[in-house]
């Protein structure tokens, strides 16, 4: 078992790591004081799989457990799922002293968030991912998220949770698709990292995908501990700092629109980010033995049913929304090295449509299909 702590002048709370740990949850609780009145939100299909082993959770536990189900997916990001919450919780006389405990993915965990962050002003809330990608990116650093209209996360808040427990034995059931998701996070963090982690990632990423322990528990703690160190500098996102950590997703978003969620979110991440390892190329940061070197590591995914056939042109409009930009120009992260990225500006005004040839997002002809996509536009930009 790994213990993280996450810690700020705002914050402090155990990032806990470990595999048949979830029994380990009402000790972990009472250690730190977390002595709430327990209500649940559970993804319908984890319940499905593991009711058993969470109703023996809280087996000691003398007062009753109120556990609510929830269908997993995107549009579970609503304000009426929000609603049915906050109508369970009033119904069920839930009080100041709710410890509400989200156990799913990224879509539980932001809907939790959301509603702890704001049912009585605010409640205890303590984070249990199921899927990969909230182990190392959704249950971190706090941002909470509903979609409305067709914006994504444009309501939320920033929140955190008094306590995150990560039991690798839940990504047993897990999809191979959101084993690749959770990969796609994590292939990014390798690049904002450093060579070294990159490297393991690389070398590693077939033990990954089998779900190794130890590689998962290895990789999920360095996932975590690179998080936490971004966001501590930059917890509200103001100072322009947790920036890096949209490398690759200003594609990422536009791809998952496009597609209207059919491509999850973690595999629309790895079409970002080596999109964005073209589109630093193409802006000369990096050069091509740089961009091959780069490109490694995302590559090896190349077989896991990634996004294809896109029009450029529906792309370049979409990304215009991307709510990072600002006055008028498109915000991107790019890279210039290991754990070197930067934030850049293209100037909305210059930009031209050309399309992508059909097809063209199958990796091995990617390259050209970006270097199309990118050739005609440009580009006034610089550090921030
Ligand atoms: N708040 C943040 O900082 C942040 C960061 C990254 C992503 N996100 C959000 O996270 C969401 C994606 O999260 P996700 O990829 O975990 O998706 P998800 O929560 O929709 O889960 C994906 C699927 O896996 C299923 N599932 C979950 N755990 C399972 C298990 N143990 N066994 C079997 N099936 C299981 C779910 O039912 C669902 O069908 C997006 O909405 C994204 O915006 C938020």
Redesign the pocket.
Known sequence: MKIINAKNKGFNYPVIIGQNIINSLPAELSKRKLSGRVFVII????YK??HEVIKNVFDNRTEKIHYLQL????K??SLNSADKVYKTLIGENFGRDTLLLAI???????VG?FVASTYMRGVELVHV???L??AV??S??G???INLLNA??IIGTFYQPSLVLVDIN??K???ED?IT??AG?IVKYGFISDEDFYNYIYKNLGLLLELNSSVLNNIISESVKLKLAVISNDVFDTKGLRKILNFGHTFAHAFESYFSFRF???KAVIAGLIAALFLSHRKRIINREKLNDLLRLPLLLKNKNLISDFNSSEMVELMRTDKKNKKGMLNFVLIKDFGELRKFWFKRANCRIVRAKPGSFVCHIWRDAMLKLFRPYCINFGTV
């Open positions: 993804d319908s299909n984890v799989y593991y269908p997993a997916n995107e579970l990001k799913g993915g990224g879509t539980i965990g932001d968030g991912p199921t899927t990608l909230a990116d959704s971190i650093g941002k909470t998220g994504k996360n839940f990504f059931s897990l999809h959101e998701s959770g996070e999850n979110h973690g």
